[in-house]
């Protein structure tokens, strides 16, 4: 009965979203202080990752033990998250949100004294970075589960886009400023920066004021609560299919990380200015598309929308191996730079669109755990993905393994259009429309 109800007042609030636009959030300032806070958090994440790599390899001076750091960062988010939700569900998210915050300014504080106290060794820093990571693994469901509680179902769409477009600015000022932060003020500063991030967006949660009713959460044990996300989860063919769509777009991200610095270097034989250029191209793409969904949202069908960043998506991995022919030709910079910003408002694009979608696929009430679950899931693809990329970089040429990638996601785009599984995703009205055009 929930999800009818609520799926109808999701497309009954079609005609009121007509009207919304940016400046209107100006009148909710509780969306206002979250946003800020979120934005501090997303800035001391990035300033954390170059910091924390930075620190590791001055500690160990082993490559192996950074990429070691990285790997265990990912745990959290794919182990611990899952069942972090169905926790999350049956607290105040208010204070989750607060007490991880704080945990994660202790925790870097704590790693300052014993960088200060000359005492700090690789080991300790693994074990520290790990508790970010888990606080971070029980912060973002009840990010997810704030967020349907300061915004109405028309404002979704505007206030995912500034989420995921302002996070993606905090991301990139965060890369340049902790590279800054270093240079300037050492790694003191660096810390200091990163663990005032997290302290200052802890005390805007502070006076916002949530209405959550927990009486029922708080009645069930764990073990339910948990179950019952499972199998939500599990009955939901909207919410599966759109994280299986989320675990595609991390699998189409991935090929091109993982195999980026190659290509650069040995394929194009060019140098790390062209690595900063695919960069910058990329990042400003995913910003603008961010941006750009709740415009394009009202005038292009969800379907289509998919499809064509589908196509778009394949076809970069097509452009990115075609680029080898023409490596030192004139058209090479503006031929990547293009495809590049192309991929990156599609990719922008289609993630916006997935979190508004999967947001407005989950009773409130259930918000917590099955972002935790979706989440997880939809991580898993990028080891999953770097395996198998990694396993066939053995076997072919990189030119060869970005051609089959970029004709596999078309193949899998045709498969889902085809199926009828993109058009699952419209709204009950416009498949309405569209079975009446068939009949008549």
Not at 30 to 50: M, P
Not at 273 to 300: C, D, H, I, Q
Request: net charge positive.
């Amino acid at each position: 009965m929930i999800v009818f109800m609520q799926t109808y007042v999701r497309y009954t609030s079609n005609i009121r979203r007509q009207d919304m636009n940016f400046t209107d959030f100006r009148k909710n300032t509780s969306f206002g202080k979250f946003l800020c806070s979120f934005l501090l958090n997303r800035l001391g994440d990035s300033v954390d990752v170059l910091t924390m790599s930075w620190l590791i390899y001055l500690l160990s001076g082993s490559a192996a033990v950074s990429a070691l750091a990285m790997g265990i960062n990912y745990i959290p988010s794919i182990v611990i998250q899952p069942l972090a939700g169905a926790w999350v569900e049956r607290m105040h998210k208010k204070k989750v949100l607060i007490l991880m915050d704080l945990g994660r300014f202790l925790l870097v504080m704590l790693i300052l004294a014993l960088y200060l106290g000359k005492v700090l060794a690789p080991y300790m820093l693994l074990c520290i970075t790990f508790a970010v990571s888990t606080l971070e693994a029980f912060r973002s469901p009840a990010t997810n589960g704030v967020l349907p509680r300061l915004l109405k179902e028309e404002e979704y769409e505007y206030g995912t886009s500034m989420l995921q477009g302002g996070g993606r600015i905090m991301e990139l000022a965060g890369t340049g400023l902790a590279g800054v932060l270093i240079a300037w003020l050492g790694i003191y500063g660096a810390l200091l920066v990163d663990a005032s991030c997290f302290l200052i967006a802890a005390l805007l949660i502070l006076p916002l004021g949530l209405q959550e009713e927990l009486q029922s959460q708080q009645a069930e044990s764990y073990g339910k609560t948990l179950k019952e996300g499972i199998s939500f989860l599990r009955d939901s063919r909207r919410l599966l299919l759109l994280v299986l769509l989320c675990g595609l777009l991390n699998a189409m991200l991935t090929p091109m990380q993982a195999l980026q610095s190659a290509l650069v270097k040995d394929i194009y034989q060019k140098g790390g200015e062209t690595l900063s250029f695919m960069g910058a191209a990329l990042s400003g793409g995913m910003l603008l598309g961010a941006f750009l969904y709740p415009f394009l949202a009202k005038r292009v069908a969800i379907d289509k929308a998919l499809l064509l960043c589908g196509i778009l998506n394949g076809g970069f991995y097509l452009v990115l191996a075609g680029c080898a022919l023409i490596a030192q030709n004139i058209f090479f910079y503006p031929v990547l730079g293009f495809s590049s910003l192309v991929f990156g408002v599609s990719i922008g694009y289609l993630n916006t669109a997935l979190a508004v979608m999967i947001m407005k696929a989950i009773p409130i009430h259930y918000m917590s755990r099955e972002t935790g679950l979706a989440n997880a899931l939809c991580l898993a693809a990028v080891p999953a993905t770097s395996f198998l990329v990694s396993a066939a970089a053995r076997l072919v040429k990189v030119p060869a393994l970005l051609t089959a990638s970029g004709i596999l996601f078309l193949l899998i785009m045709a498969m889902l259009k085809v199926s009828g599984k993109l058009n699952e995703l419209l709204p009950d009205d416009s498949k309405a429309g569209r079975n009446e055009e068939k009949w008549n």
